[in-house]
């Protein structure tokens, strides 16, 4: 359905879920339909998603041969009282043995996700996670703050009373104390949530999402952006099912964006990056000088040490990025 309408693609992620409890087989046949009606570059990032209690050497072995070159770990955490409190499926060991085992079958460039902001996780937990995942030397590190979805069971505890998540000054001091020891590290904080070891491992595919780059979803529930429109899929699997039967886009709803929203979103994406915006592109883009339209504001987050402006780009600074949904505001 899809086929004539995108430039070739160099960038391939297949997560959105739990890929891993497929066989080899399956992925290879994703791989294969995937090459066959897009013409993937021949160095396209093949990221995969994985559930750390799924990697046992063998699986590992194969999927690397089927030209997966890069995998995601869902860690979330290395104590396992953590892990049962958020659900998970996995203990320590298994996520020890997974990135272990991800090394050993020739994986070289290995994500591991990490989750702070638990309740009851004190900043001395969440750093000893954190020594525990550099210890591996992954190329590749996503810490996520923990986030309570409406009608999830964690939100219906929240609203109890039953748990309490941290406070804003221990938030705060979980991001700035995590881009801190990460950089010490040797890593670059180059998106709120990522740290890698060097540009080269920043997340090619990810990064396309936050430079507005039109990007293709496949899947129940997953999104697509082309030029100004951006449409989603049924979460529905049934009517997933029902519309590609037919031979019809499975789309639930779309949209079309105008150029204010598109200029909105360029920027609410853009300060969420250590590079910025770079400002004569945004200019042209969308016929917009920030630094005249904006320029009251601007100074004031200078001065607040939230943002700077250097070689042509705005962009935020660390205190900056712990906000920078609110900079978008601007």
Known sequence: MYRDRFEKFDTLYIGGGTPSVLRVEQIEELLKRAKDNFGLSPDSEITMEANPGDLNPTYLESLLDTGINRINIGVQSFDN??????????????????????????????????????????MNTWMKTLDQALSFNPEHLSCYELTVEPGTPLATSCRKGKVALPDEELQYNFFIKTSEKME??????????????????????????????????????AHSFENNKRWWNHRSLLKYIQDTEKGEPPIEEAECLTEDQLRLEALCLGLRTKKGINLSDFRRKYHYDLLIEKKEIIGKLIDEGLIDIGNGYLYPSRCGLVVADSLSLI
């Open 184 to 221: 010490d590290a040797g890593y670059t904080h180059y998106e709120v949530s990522n740290f890698a070891r060097g540009m080269n491992y920043a997340s090619r595919h990810n990064q396309k999402y936050w430079n507005h780059v039109p990007y293709l979803g496949l899947g129940p529930s």
């Open 81 to 122: 009282a953590i892990l049962s409190f958020l659900g998970r499926r996995h203990i320590k060991e298994d996520a020890v043995s997974a990135i272990e085992n991800s090394r050993c079958a020739g994986f070289d460039n290995i994500g591991i996700d990490l989750i702070y902001g638990v309740p009851e996780q004190d």
